[in-house]
């Protein structure tokens, strides 16, 4: 089959590679319809994310029909049309039964590497480097699939595939973002990013009774499509950031902050210049620009939601902050196996259309451009659906 | 001052090599425990049995049951190497505890004890694993026991816990990848 693989730093490509078979029971083969590019793809492709080696197949968003399944999955069929939330999560477990599928314990075969890291190790995930398990990715024309009989989420036929594609990811992913800021009637919630999952916050936001979404980037299209939501919108080159949202809270700050951006953002100034020499120096692992604005900005005891993905120590955080001013801070990988079914109900009633944020279609051999384009943000590029098949 | 502080790192340094050269000539422990989603006689009921116990441990390449009711081991040590040893079971308490040692013709000597204690419901049930391992003979046992030994068994705990609580082990062995560089593929052994 061909699948898209890391080649090193800024270097995916195309290769041909084995088909994948079944290795365990509870696996299933899942043959690739739609996958996408996601954000978090990008730490990868930049090499931000440590244990990432020359050959490791990408992708952690997708869905398809299945072609194979293990002796011990009876809730799948050949011939079932799925998608599949991105960490890999058994059912069974401590964390699995709490409902935080993004701990699972007894999916990351590498969990001794991320403990060093970490501390304790989280579930491992789909084509997301070998301390999160090494697992084989998405962007692919198959893929192996473990825990089948927990993870993949049956379709109805009458939704496409770029509808419910996203319940792998990066709609749970803002959904959760929004969810765990806790919104009361009345609130204002601030979006840091306004790439996808950013987006998907800003729905998620109003869904979940916002009054009002401030919505933070520096892209043109993505502020224009964050406006279609129905998002106040400030470019972050042009105002200064924190000014503006005391302003428009009379002072207190948002009720919320949800930081989409995660390890490589982009900080005007001196400030944004800080973190660049300390990540080259290696002197600290990721920017975490958005972080500091983010809790300066929130009002007191408001809640820091971060969906932006961050891997290792960051530096002069405003930790003192978070204490004095009784700011919650909630994050984690998302749980997706707790949002698909709710969200696909979501979609079949008509309240949300993820396909909104669909900007490109590529097709296998044109990913390797897609992710430059998607990196440099380049041509309105906001989210890339790769066709295996096309 | 900064020449005194590196004085008496220095010194410092020598001290701890010194206390440890004594406690060489002594036994050496480790220590692993996790919480596991059964009950405390299933766990028994798998560790107490050679057979199924070496069919879920990563590092046992085989074991066979003498007429004394003793258990042949072999096992790999992280640089590959295979060890044998003969375990002797010292204490037994059905649902609770086993505790062994190595007769004293085997290779990589040493004494251990395994307890299951139930937690509350949602804990499962605790299991810990203390290992003593006689430091004295010297080479087999160093790599066997290296400073790897106690990360090899908490792994080992780890795939005990995936196959009790999933029926089977997470993997990535034999799956495709692209084309490896070779320091990938050597880290990333299996995989085809």
């Given amino acids: 089959m061909k699948a898209v693989c890391w080649q090193g730093i800024h270097e995916v490509g195309v290769e041909d590679v084995p088909d994948p078979h079944l290795i365990n029971p509870r696996d ?37 029909e299945v072609v194979e399944i293990g002796s011990a999955v009876t809730n799948l069929a050949v011939g079932d049309r799925v998608v599949v939330p991105f960490p890999i999560a058994c059912g069974n477990c401590f964390f699995c039964a709490r409902e935080m599928f993004s701990l699972c314990e007894n999916s990351n075969p590498n969990a001794h590497l991320a403990e060093k890291l970490w501390g304790h190790s989280p579930a491992g995930l789909f084509g997301y480097s070998h301390l999160l398990g090494g697992y084989a990715g998405g962007q692919a024309q198959y893929v192996r699939v473990p825990f089948a009989d927990v993870g993949p989420v049956k379709v109805p036929p009458e939704l496409t595939d770029e509808q419910v594609l996203f319940l792998s990811d990066i709609f749970p992913t803002g959904y959760m973002a929004a969810e765990n800021c806790n919104i009361q009637p009345g609130d204002t919630v601030a979006v840091w990013g306004c790439g996808p999952v950013g987006q998907f916050a800003i729905k998620s936001a109003f869904l979940l009774g916002a009054e009002r979404v401030v919505a933070i980037d520096r892209f043109p299209e993505r502020l224009t499509m964050a406006e ?64 500091r604005q983010a809790v300066t900005a929130c009002r007191n005891g408001g809640t820091l939601s971060v969906p932006g993905v961050y891997g290792g120590v960051i530096d002069k955080v405003p930790f003192g902050a978070i204490v004095n001013r009784a700011i919650t801070v909630k994050t984690g990988q998302t749980h997706v196996h707790h949002y698909t079914r709710p969200l696909l109900e979501r979609i079949q009633r008509g309240e949300i259309d993820p396909s909104f944020v669909v900007t490109h279609r590529v097709a296998l051999d044109d990913v390797p451009e897609a992710y430059e384009t998607f ?7 906001i989210k890339v659906v790769v066709r295996p098949w096309a | 001052a900064a020449l005194a502080l590196g004085a008496y790192a220095v010194r410092r340094y020598y001290a701890s090599r010194e206390e440890e050269a004594l406690a060489g000539d002594s036994m050496r422990r480790m220590t692993a425990s996790l919480a596991i989603q059964t009950a405390p006689r299933a766990l028994y009921d798998l560790v107490a049995n050679p057979e199924r116990l070496a069919s879920v441990l990563e590092s046992v390449e085989s074991v066979t049951r003498s007429d004394q009711g003793t ?55 605790i299991v810990h694993v203390e290992i003593e391992q006689d430091m004295e003979e010297g080479g087999v046992l160093r790599r066997f026991f290296g400073a790897s030994a106690e990360s090899q068994l908490r792994k080992e705990l780890k795939r005990l816990k995936q196959f009790v609580e999933t029926g089977e082990l997470a993997t990535t062995r034999g799956q495709a990848t692209g084309g490896r560089s070779l320091i990938g593929s050597a880290l990333t052994r299996g995989e085809t």
């Fill in chain 1, 375 to 381: 990196r440099d943000k380049e041509d309105g590029c």
């Fill in chain 2, 71 to 125: 258990s042949r081991w072999t096992v790999r040590s992280a640089t590959g190497a295979a060890i044998q040893f003969e375990v002797e079971i010292v204490d037994d308490a059905p649902g609770s505890l086993i505790a062994w040692r190595t007769t004293p013709e085997s290779q990589a000597g040493h004494h251990g004890v395994i307890t299951f204690e139930s937690g509350d419901k949602s804990h499962g049930t």
């Fill in chain 1, 28 to 64: 299933a083969i899942i043959k690739v319809t739609s996958s996408a590019i996601c954000g978090s793809d990008l730490h990868l492709y930049d090499g931000y994310i440590p244990l990432v080696y020359r050959g490791d197949i990408l992708g952690h968003e997708f869905m398809g």
């Fill in chain 1, 228 to 291: 279609g939501s129905g998002a106040h919108t400030l470019h972050y080159e042009e105002v200064d950031i924190l000014d503006a949202l005391r302003e428009m809270t009379g002072g207190r700050g948002p009720d919320s902050c949800i930081d989409a951006v995660g390890m490589e953002a982009h900080m005007p100034g001196l400030h944004g210049m800080y973190d660049k020499v300390k990540t080259t120096l290696r002197m600290e692992t990721d920017r975490p620009g958005v972080l």
